[in-house]
């Protein structure tokens, strides 16, 4: 597509419940990352994909958040037994994956847990 | 872990008037790269920075790699009220198994009352 897309772009969920939200990168990108960003706060990164594989998950904040992807495209990041404080934008980049590529940003996911 | 300061958190701006933000790192990045996001939107790539000393512009703004690796700037000239928003810099260290950003906090842009 012409740009990153996300969805979906806001999701309501219950305390305890699963999310999974989607990022379709730029075509043709081999490199796709994800971020969450709390209100007023700038980004934290999450994951990095290199096609399939991810070779930095340093970012994952506990053992309830996990990621995929799946033919080197499109990426899924599952947050299981969602807390309150999981409330925050989820933003998906993805880079042609070459030394110095630029990430180009989706719009967001915004998720708010009640 | 690698932090960015990002100064200042916010400001306002007159119409015309120049701006500048910059970022400062307790560490060295090999890429500075300046964001731009307006509310409801992921951030938007302004200018992107890869070797130290580089000095780099793009309509009116223009931002710098400083030369220790460890900060940069953006300077905006004759604002517009379009250049509202939130700024954000990020620094990078792009080759082997590590590609993510680190982002600073921001720089909110807004009108003078």
């Known amino acids: 597509g012409a740009g990153v897309s996300q969805s979906p772009s806001n999701k309501v969920t219950e305390k305890g419940k699963d999310v999974e939200l989607r990022c379709d990168p730029i075509s043709g990108h081999t490199a796709l990352y994800w971020y969450r960003q709390s209100l007023g706060q700038g980004l934290e990164f999450l994951i990095y994909?290199?096609?399939?594989?991810?070779?930095?998950k340093s970012g994952l904040p506990s053992d309830r958040f996990s990621a995929e992807r799946t033919g080197g495209s499109v990426s899924t990041l599952t947050i299981q037994r969602t807390q309150q404080e999981d409330s925050a934008v989820y933003l998906c980049?993805?880079?042609?994956?070459?030394?110095?590529?630029?990430?180009?940003f989706g719009p967001g996911t915004r998720l708010l847990v009640l | 872990g690698q932090q960015l300061n990002q100064s200042p958190q916010s400001m306002f701006i007159q119409e015309g008037e120049d701006v500048s933000m910059n970022c400062t790192s307790s560490?060295?990045?090999?890429?500075w790269l300046w964001y731009k996001q307006d509310p409801g939107e992921g951030p938007v790539l302004l200018i992107a920075l890869y070797k130290a000393g580089e000095l780099t512009s793009n309509g009116r703004l223009t931002a710098q790699f400083g030369i220790t690796r460890k900060d940069s700037f953006l300077n905006i000239s004759a604002s517009i009220p379009s250049d509202v928003g939130i700024y954000f810099c990020a620094g990078g260290n792009y080759g082997g198994s590590q590609g993510n950003l680190i982002f600073g906090k921001g720089t909110k842009l807004s009108v003078k009352p």
């Open positions: 560490s060295i990045f090999n890429t």
């Open positions: 980049a993805s880079s042609g994956g070459g030394y110095q590529e630029t990430q180009y």
């Open positions: 994909f290199q096609g399939n594989s991810a070779p930095d």
